[in-house]
């Protein structure tokens, strides 16, 4: 095996697991559940960790078209594998209020959607 397929194994798994992760931890839910345009379909929310995650591609376009994602900063917007993943808080505590405004309002029963 060569270089190339031992990083595309790596690349997969990379992917396998932060979909797993996602699976796991987020709620799949209609976007307009979380106070966001119909339009963008279903996000996935953690909102212990209060982050939004959509697919990379299409998802994410229409995110940050409908939802007003495309001004959020870099430094709240973490791309690995085939996942977007936007967060309200940065490594220094600086709060992003496009994404931190979603978890203001009463959505604690996400907490309990199986």
């Known amino acids: 095996m060569n270089d190339i397929d031992n990083l595309?194994?790596?690349i997969d798994e990379v992917n396998y697991n932060v979909e797993?992760?996602?699976n796991k931890n987020f709620r799949h839910v209609p976007a307009s559940d979380i106070n966001l345009d119909v339009r963008i379909g279903r996000v996935w929310v953690f909102p212990d960790e209060?982050?939004?995650?959509?697919?990379?591609?299409?998802s994410e376009r229409?995110?940050?078209?409908?939802g007003g994602f495309e001004?959020?900063?870099?430094e709240f917007k973490v791309t690995i594998?085939?996942?977007?993943?936007?967060?309200?808080?940065n490594e220094d505590g600086d709060?992003?209020?496009r994404v931190d405004e979603i978890f203001?309002?009463?959505?604690?029963?996400?907490?309990r959607v199986g």
């Open 8 to 10: 595309q194994d790596y």
């Open 20 to 22: 797993a992760y996602i």
């Open 104 to 111: 203001e309002e009463d959505i604690s029963y996400l907490n």
């Open 95 to 97: 709060i992003c209020y």
């Open 50 to 58: 209060r982050m939004v995650a959509v697919e990379r591609g299409h």
């Open 81 to 89: 594998g085939n996942w977007v993943i936007y967060k309200s808080e």
């Open 71 to 74: 001004y959020i900063e870099d």
């Open 62 to 66: 229409i995110i940050e078209y409908y």
